[in-house]
Nanobody, 114 residues
Framework: VQLQASGGGLVQAGGSLRLSCAVSGIRFSNYNMAWYRQAPGKQRELVAMVTSGGSSDYADAVKGRFTISRDNAKNTVSLQMNNLKPEDTAAYYC?????????WGLGTLVTVSS
């Protein structure tokens, strides 16, 4: 199983980034997909999730700014991040989950400068 995240980088506050995660080795359409993030010295937290059925939910801190989407034909999940803030700086991780099974990708670093 591989989850390959990409799209991180350095951006100024107010800017946008789009993260993508390419998934292989699982029946993608059966899995809920999520993005988590972990800032230095903090615990990993859920940012956004989209279920296998297409329903999405977001952490309060990113509602209205971030949008998660999935493409079952391409086995990818994306996170469009707009109006980025310095507090969004973190390593972002792609997650695939169903019941008690969890798969993680390596993080992609997002740095937002003020």
């Amino acid at each position: 199983v591989q989850l390959q995240a990409s799209g991180g980088g350095l951006v100024q506050a107010g800017g946008s980034l789009r993260l993508s995660c390419a998934v292989s080795g699982i029946r993608f359409s059966n899995y809920n997909m999520a993005w988590y993030r972990q800032a230095p010295g903090k615990q990993r937290e859920l940012v956004a999730m989209v279920t296998s059925g297409g329903s999405s939910d977001y952490a309060d801190a990113v509602k209205g700014r971030f949008t998660i989407s999935r493409d079952n034909a391409k086995n990818t999940v994306s996170l469009q991040m707009n109006n980025l803030k310095p507090e969004d700086t973190a390593a972002y991780y792609c997650n695939a989950n169903v019941k008690v099974v969890n798969f993680w990708g390596l993080g992609t670093l997002v740095t937002v400068s003020s």
